[in-house]
C-alpha cells in the first residue's frame, strides 16, 4: 500500500538524534567554523555514546553511519505480509538529516563514522574485519589530476614479492578527517595500462612513515571537518591490507566499487535535506517575526512573494526528500536503485543550495550576518552538490541509465 | 483490499486486460464477485429522482493506516492503473491531435472509459461504487495513466467523476440516493465541477459568484470559467460564496432555468470542450447545498481538484519523458545522435529527476488523503511543483526537439500547452 508517512518505528531514533543535533552538534557550530582545522574535542564523548546507542541498536547507526552507515546487508527481515521492508538504509538516513539539521561539517568529522568504513564493511574478508573493523578509516580516492574522474588515478601499488608488502606512490586529495583517522583506505592501481580494472583500495595505517601529511584545506564551509592532503612515497603496506581480490578481473570489479554510492548518495542527498531544513526552519520563524504566515490554500501569487517563495523552496525541499526516501527505501529492498540515487542526489544537492541561498536573501541581514548560522549553512550546503559525485556527474549517470548509452556515446 | 471488487469487474468486461495479457489475474481476482446488473439507459437531460431512501448517507471508510514507508501498489491498483493506461496509449494518443482541434473528446471514447468505471472510484460500494475504502490514491494512479495518453481527454473522462466523488464524499443520504444511482449505471450523465472564475488572480476562497437564500432554497448568480464538458453535462457542482457563511458548494441540474453556455477554449486541455457557465438568478431548492456549506468541505474540495490536476500533470510529463527520449536518440546532428551531448541528455535526466519528485510528492499528499491524516500543506507543494517544474517540463519538451517540436507533427507542443494548463486550473476534477 502507497504510504510515505515517516514510520513511526524510527521515531525513538529520530528524537535522539534531533536531541543530539541540538544540544551537541548546534552548540559547537559556530565555534568550530571559526577554529579550522581545531579537533573537535566534544564529539569524542558523543562518538562514544553513539558506539555505545548503536551495539544497543537504539540509534540504529544514526550516529550516522556517518557517510558510510546504510548497507544492503543487516536490514531487518520483511516486516509485513507483502515483503515490503524498512530497513538500516533508512534508519541511517533519517538520523542522519536530524544530524545535519544540527551540523553537516561535525557531523562529518564525527570519529570513527566516514566512507573508510563503509568501504571496509563492503569488501574486507573476515580476517580484516577483525583487524579493521571499529576503527576510524578515511577515504582517499581523489587526486590533483583526477576527480570525478576516478579511474584515472595515478597512485600505483606495486607488490614487493620478497617482502609480501604492496608500495604505493602518489598523491591523495581532499581525504575527509584525513589526518584525524586510524586508518587510510587509499585507492591505486595495480597497473595502469589495464584502466579501471587494475584499481584496488589499500588499508593504510595512518602512522605509515611513507604516508605524510602535505597540508589541510581552508574551505568555504564544513570547516569543522578536517580535509587532508597527503603525498605516498614508498608507503609499504603488508599484502593482507588489500580489500577485495587481488586479481585483475577484466569486468565488473570496478563497477562494485562504483556500487557503493548507490549506498551512499541517499546519505548525502540526506545531509543537503537536513541542512535545508534548518534553513527553512529558522526562515519561518523570521517570517513569522515580521508577521508573514506561509498559507497552503490561498493560491501564492495572492500571498506576500515572501511566502510564495517559501512554499516554492518547501515544495523543491519536499521533492528531494521523498526522492531520497525512495532510493533508501529501494536500497532496503533490495531493488536495483542506481537511477534514483543519483537523482536524489542530483536533487537534493542543488536543492540545498538553491534553498540556502535564497533563505540567506529572504533573511537578509540577519542570515547573511554571523550572528546567526544561517550563513554557514549557506556555505556548508555547497560541498553536498559537490562531493560523493557532482551534479554533472549525476546527471551523467541518470541521462546514460535512461538513454541507455555507454561512457563512451555520452562523455 | 483497497479497491473493490466491482472496479476490477468493470475492467475486466473491457478490451484493455485482454491485449495486455492481464485477463487471468484480473479474472482471479475478481473470483467469485457477482455481475452488477444493468441499468437502463437514460437520455440526456435526465430527471435525477431518488429510487430508495437511505437513512443517513454512505461514505468511503478510511483506508487503515499503515506503518511502513511504502511505494508499492496494492495489486488490484496495478491492475486498473496498466489497463487504463493501455487504453490511454492506444485509444487516446490517436485521436488527441484532432480531439484538441475541434475542442472535443469522440462520444465513442467517453463511452469506453465509462466502461472503465472511472466515476465509480470514488462512491462507497453499498450505493454500487467500486472501492471500499477511500482511496485518492487509486483516483491519482488512474488519471495519471489516462493523462499519459492525452491531458484534455483525460479530464473530459474524469470530469464527471469530480461529481460523484463530491456527493459521495459530502453529499447527504437524499443527494446520495439521487444523484449517484446514474454514476454507476450503465449511461453515465455528463458532469462538471465548477470552480474557477475569469479574472486575473483568482482566488477560489473569494469568489465572486453568490448565493443567498431566498424562500427556502437559494439563488445563484455569477460566471465560471473552463468548465469542462459544460456542453453536454446533465449536473454541475458550482461553487459559490453563501451569503453569510463563505464559499459553498451547490448541485445545479443542467435544465435549471438561468443556465446558459459560452464556449471557452483555452490554449490547452482543449479536448476537455471547456465552457464558461454563466448563472442569472438560478433558484435552486434547500437541497441543492453540498455539504452544509462548511468551509473545511469546500477547502478539501479545493485541495483535492489540485491534486486531481498533479495527477493529470504527471501522466502527461511521462508522456514527454518518452517521446523526447526516444526521438533524442534517433535525430542525429553533427554526425551522431543529439542524445551524445550533455546539453541535451542532462536535460532528459531534469525532466526524470523533476517528474519523479512531483509523482512521490503527489503519492504522499494522495496516502495522507486515504489514511485521513491533514493534506493540505501536501497539495500545495505538489501544485507549486506542478505549476513550475512540470510547465518547465512541457516547455523543454519542445525545445528538445527544436523546430520540430514547435508543429504538430509532434504531440509535445500539445503537451507545452496542457502542462501550462494543469498548475493553475482549479476545480474541474477530484480524488
Sequence with gaps: MINLETPKKFNQLISQAHQVAAEVLRTNSRKYDTLEHEYPKELDMLAAAIDGLNEGGALGGAGAGAVGGGSSNGSAKAENGDGNRNGSNMASLLGLIEMCWGDVGLLLAMPRQGLGQAAIAAVANEEQLKRFGGKWAAMAITEPEAGSDSAAIRTTAVLDEKTGEYVLNGEKIFVTSGDRADLIVVWATLDRKQGRAAIKSFVVERDNPGLKLDRLEHKLGIRASDTANFVLTDCRVPKENLLGSPEIAPKGGFSGVMQTFDNTRPLVAGMAIGVARACLEATREHLREAGIEVDYDTPPALQSAAAAEYIAMEADWEAARLLTLQAAWMADNRKPNSLQASMAKAKAGRMGTDVALRCVALCGATGFGEGELMEKWARDAKILDLFEGTQQIQLLIIARLLLGKTSAELK | ?431
Design chain 2, 1 to 431: 483490499m483497497a479497491v473493490g471488487l466491482r472496479a476490477l469487474n468493470k475492467v475486466a468486461s473491457s478490451g484493455a486486460i485482454d491485449r495486455l495479457g492481464l485477463r487471468d489475474p484480473v479474472v482471479s481476482l475478481i473470483h467469485g464477485a457477482t455481475k452488477q446488473t444493468a441499468r437502463t439507459a437514460a437520455t440526456a437531460g435526465r430527471t435525477f429522482a431518488a429510487a430508495q431512501r437511505l437513512s443517513r448517507p454512505a461514505r468511503q471508510p478510511r483506508a487503515k493506516r499503515s506503518d511502513l514507508f511504502d511505494l508499492t501498489p496494492s495489486d488490484e491498483q496495478i491492475l486498473l492503473r496498466d489497463s487504463v493506461r493501455e487504453f490511454a496509449l492506444a485509444e487516446l494518443r490517436g485521436v488527441a491531435l484532432d480531439a484538441d482541434a475541434s475542442c472535443t473528446t469522440p462520444p465513442e471514447l467517453l463511452g469506453q472509459a465509462n466502461e472503465l468505471g472511472l466515476t465509480m472510484i470514488g462512491v462507497p460500494e453499498e450505493l454500487g461504487g467500486a472501492v471500499q475504502e477511500r482511496s485518492a490514491t487509486t483516483t491519482v494512479l488512474m488519471s495519471e495513466a489516462l493523462a499519459q495518453g492525452d491531458m484534455g481527454i483525460a479530464a473530459a473522462c474524469l470530469a464527471p467523476a469530480a461529481v460523484s466523488t463530491a456527493i459521495s464524499l459530502w453529499g447527504d443520504a437524499q443527494q446520495q440516493a439521487t444523484y449517484l444511482p446514474e454514476f454507476v449505471g450503465e449511461n453515465v450523465p455528463a458532469a462538471s465541477l465548477a470552480v474557477m472564475e475569469p479574472r486575473p488572480l483568482f482566488d477560489p476562497f473569494a469568489l465572486r459568484t453568490t448565493a443567498r437564500g431566498s424562500g427556502g432554497g437559494y439563488v445563484l448568480d455569477g460566471v465560471k470559467a473552463l468548465v469542462p464538458r459544460a456542453g453536454d453535462a446533465e449536473v454541475f457542482v458550482v461553487a459559490a460564496d453563501l451569503e453569510g457563511e463563505g464559499p459553498s458548494l451547490f448541485i445545479v441540474e443542467s435544465k435549471t432555468d438561468g443556465i446558459s453556455l459560452e464556449p471557452e477554449p483555452g490554449m490547452g486541455v482543449r479536448a476537455a470542450a471547456t465552457q464558461r457557465l454563466h448563472l442569472e438568478n438560478v433558484k435552486l431548492p434547500a437541497t441543492a447545498l453540498l455539504g452544509g456549506g462548511e468551509r473545511d468541505v469546500y477547502a478539501d474540495c479545493v485541495a483535492l481538484s489540485r491534486l486531481a490536476w498533479c495527477a493529470l500533470a504527471i501522466g502527461t510529463g511521462q508522456a514527454v519523458l518518452d517521446y523526447v527520449s526516444d526521438y533524442v536518440k534517433d535525430r542525429r546532428a553533427f554526425g551522431e545522435p543529439v542524445s551524445n551531448r550533455q546539453a541535451v541528455a542532462f536535460a532528459v535526466s531534469n525532466i526524470a529527476i523533476e517528474l519523479d519528485g512531483l509523482r512521490l510528492t503527489t503519492y504522499r499528499a494522495a496516502s495522507r488523503v486515504d489514511q485521513g491524516l491533514p493534506f493540505h500543506r501536501e497539495v500545495a507543494l505538489a501544485r507549486r511543483l506542478c505549476a513550475d517544474r512540470l510547465m518547465a517540463i512541457g516547455s523543454e519538451g519542445v525545445q528538445l526537439l527544436g523546430g520540430h517540436g514547435y508543429v504538430k507533427e509532434h504531440p509535445v507542443e500539445r503537451w507545452y500547452r496542457d502542462l501550462r494548463a494543469a498548475g493553475i486550473m482549479e476545480g474541474a476534477l477530484l480524488v
